[in-house]
């Protein structure tokens, strides 16, 4: 069944009700956000020339226009997929080239990336609100067309979104959400969390990402309300949180948990009998605690971007069984969703009992079916008996429950958001003082792991212009949030003799038991020591 059907339905039953505050506080009601969507439905399909099963990306900001496109291209049958305005050019050459779009709908302060995707011949692009000379004006289109269109027949299997999510080398891989399979988890939301038509629900995460479309998804299933945060904003979203009277935010990740305990509204700030899962790492028990004691209904949930997104393990805040969570622990699979096991890493045996760790793989309805044109990396996430093999290494207790102990490959969490240290591996190498280099992930006070780099110099130079000179380096390189906090200078990077892989064990060993600080910025290893040691730094 086409998604769509569900925004249909909440306009017809709640034609009044608020479906959409933005950040800025502009807002539709369903009603209206229907008629923008057929009217969005109509321009792709008249003006782009887009028909079932095409692909139309999107460069916009977090607001009622994204949503609304989203459900348009749903709605005549098309394959959405947001890219993300902050990533580097060379990823939305990437992504294009994989998912092929035959239309692109663009933010006119976006014009930039628009000139990008404009390169490829045989893109129709319309730019949002702004007159262009080469590019459609999707405002002006969208006035002249009706309001009225039929919903485009789909079945569970057809594909209904990509979302382009980091993979082991960096690249992204465009993970295929089906109009059932996306469904199938946005129900295990509603039942189990007990969303319904009175939640108000803060949504931290973009269109870009799978937390937004799923919140999009289950609000509109729902007929609540999705108040959007537009990116993490702390001042913002106390703001949104005193103004709007948030009940619920599905999921939100300690590093954004820490930012708001450290706010000056925190101890004021009234979360009383709001809902939501801590999510995105491994759960602190500290800040599970601190929301419980604001009120707060807290329940602790996993999953990943394949998973569409958070669907293998939960609490079930329905039953308020959140209570009986062990410390730390991510919850239980439910068999009505999917199936979860814990197999080993190097066998691939699948381990019976508790108390046994090895990594989680899943398969079953809320399970992505694979890559989106890329049938590699499809055969290589799952095995011959259809489990997903997702990277994460579990522990299960006696009692069945859950735990996260990080990942078995080279991606870390870096404040929620996946982030390759192969990536980071590779670019420190090219600078031109790097004989060689490779990354762990090291513990940091506010984003939970961030990149720690082993450096071997070419040619001798002080540590602290070392690091100045790497950390301009990968500022003006990659995407800044991803870039080194902790630089560790030796004279060789443990390797293996056979194929020279970096051995992660040796190098953590000489990191043990070091947490860097937010107000460290960019460190080194030497400047920590010496701080520990009561030594002046020079």
Request: proline content about 4%; glycine content about 8%.
């Amino acid at each position: 069944m086409n998604l769509s059907w569900w925004l249909e339905r909440a306009a017809t039953e709640y034609p009044d009700k608020t479906a959409i505050v933005d950040a800025s506080d502009e807002s539709l009601t369903y009603r209206e956000l229907q008629g923008l969507v057929n009217r969005i439905g109509n321009v792709l399909r008249e003006d782009m020339g887009v028909r079932p099963d095409d692909v139309v990306v999107t460069c916009i900001r977090d607001n009622y226009l994204h949503v609304a496109t989203m459900f348009a291209v749903m709605r005549i049958g098309a394959i959405f997929s947001g890219l993300n305005h902050k990533q580097l050019h060379e990823k939305f050459h990437a992504d294009i080239d994989r998912c092929k779009p035959k239309a692109a709908i663009v933010a006119s302060e976006f014009g930039e990336i628009a000139e990008l995707i404009g390169a490829y011949p045989g893109i129709s692009i319309a730019m949002t609100d702004q007159r262009h000379l080469r590019f459609k004006n999707l405002k002006e289109l969208a006035q002249n067309r009706s309001s009225e269109l039929r919903v485009e027949p789909r079945s569970r299997d057809d594909v209904a979104a990509i979302n382009f999510t980091a993979g082991t080398s960096g690249a992204s891989k465009g993970v295929i959400f089906t109009h059932g399979k996306l469904e199938t988890s946005c129900w295990r939301s509603i039942f189990l969390a007990g969303v319904n038509s009175n939640c108000r629900n803060l949504s931290l995460v973009g269109m870009f990402h799978s937390g937004g479309i799923a919140d999009a998804v289950r609000l509109v299933m729902v007929g609540g309300t999705l108040l959007w945060s537009e990116g993490w904003d702390v001042e913002r979203v106390v703001r949104i949180i005193q103004k709007h009277k948030v009940n619920f935010a599905y999921y939100i990740v300690p590093t954004m948990l820490r930012d708001l305990m450290r706010h000056p509204s925190w101890k004021e700030l009234d979360i009383n009998g709001m809902r939501t899962h801590i999510a995105g790492e491994v759960v602190p028990p500290e800040i599970q605690q601190a929301m419980r004691e604001k009120g707060a209904q807290v329940g602790a949930m996993y999953g990943m971007t394949e998973l569409m997104p958070v669907c293998a393990l939960s609490s079930t805040l329905y039953y308020r069984d959140e209570g009986d969570l062990p410390v730390g622990s991510a919850g239980k699979p439910n068999k009505e969703f999917c199936e979860v096991v814990l197999k080993d890493q190097h066998t691939g045996v699948t381990l019976e009992g508790g108390d046994v760790e090895g990594e989680i793989c899943v398969r079953g309805d809320v399970v992505t079916p694979g890559y989106y044109n890329d049938p590699e990396r499809t055969a290589a996430a799952f095995d011959a008996d259809g489990f997903l093999h997702t990277r994460d290494v579990g522990f299960r207790d006696a009692e069945g429950w859950y735990f996260i102990r990080g990942r078995t490959d080279d991606i870390i969490k870096c404040g929620a958001e996946k982030l390759s240290l192969l990536e980071i591996d590779d670019l420190l190498r090219n600078h031109p003082n790097v004989r060689d280099a490779a990354c762990v992930g090291v513990a940091h006070e506010r984003f939970g792991e961030v990149p720690a780099a082993f450096i071997v110099l070419r040619t001798s130079q002080d540590e602290e212009d070392a690091r100045a000179s790497l950390d301009e380096f990968c500022i003006a390189s990659m995407e800044r949030w991803k870039r080194p906090r902790l630089y560790v200078f030796v004279d060789a990077i443990p390797r293996t003799a056979a194929k020279q892989t970096k051995m992660q064990g040796a190098m953590k060993a000489q990191i043990v038991g070091v947490k860097v600080m937010n107000a460290d910025g960019v460190t080194t290893l030497s400047a920590l020591k010496a701080r520990s040691a009561g030594t002046p730094i020079a």
